[in-house]
């Protein structure tokens, strides 16, 4: 299983970014992003979870940016659309996958709960 991260880079405040993550290997019951900024713990930013399609946010994001998964199902490719991007929105971003079956919602927020992470992608966000 393989997951590849990319489209990070530097962009100025109210820009924005679209990350993209592709999966290889296998399906799974979730897909999502979280961000590590420094000096900070990893944070959880958005996810889709495949059994309802159904996208989650955390409230810092929510508005600005959307998750949504490829139209070709075969690509089992994950993007994060990031708009009005602000200094604050400056970390590293990991994609994760989750196999918990039927995963819920109090734990599709938890990092515990994705199997596998991608190498992770720069977002600056200079002011």
């Known amino acids: 299983v393989q997951l590849q991260a990319s489209g990070g880079g530097l962009m100025q405040t109210g820009g924005s970014l679209r990350l993209s993550c592709t999966a290889s290997?296998?399906?799974?019951?979730?897909m999502g992003w979280f961000r590590q900024a420094p000096g900070k713990e990893r944070e959880f930013v958005a996810a889709?979870?495949?059994?309802?399609?159904?996208?989650?946010?955390a409230n810092s994001v929510k508005g600005r940016f959307t998750i949504s998964r490829d139209r070709d199902s075969a690509k089992n490719t994950l993007y994060l659309q990031m708009n009005s991007l602000q200094p604050e929105d400056t970390a590293v971003y990991y994609c994760?996958?989750?196999?918990?079956?039927?995963?819920?919602?109090?734990?599709?927020?938890?990092?515990?709960?994705?199997?596998?992470w991608g190498q992770g992608t720069l977002v600056t966000v200079s002011s």
């Open positions: 994760a996958a989750s196999t918990v079956p039927g995963i819920i919602l109090s734990r599709i927020w938890n990092g515990d709960s994705y199997d596998y």
């Open positions: 290997g296998r399906t799974f019951s979730a």
């Open positions: 889709r979870r495949r059994s309802d399609n159904n996208m989650f946010y």
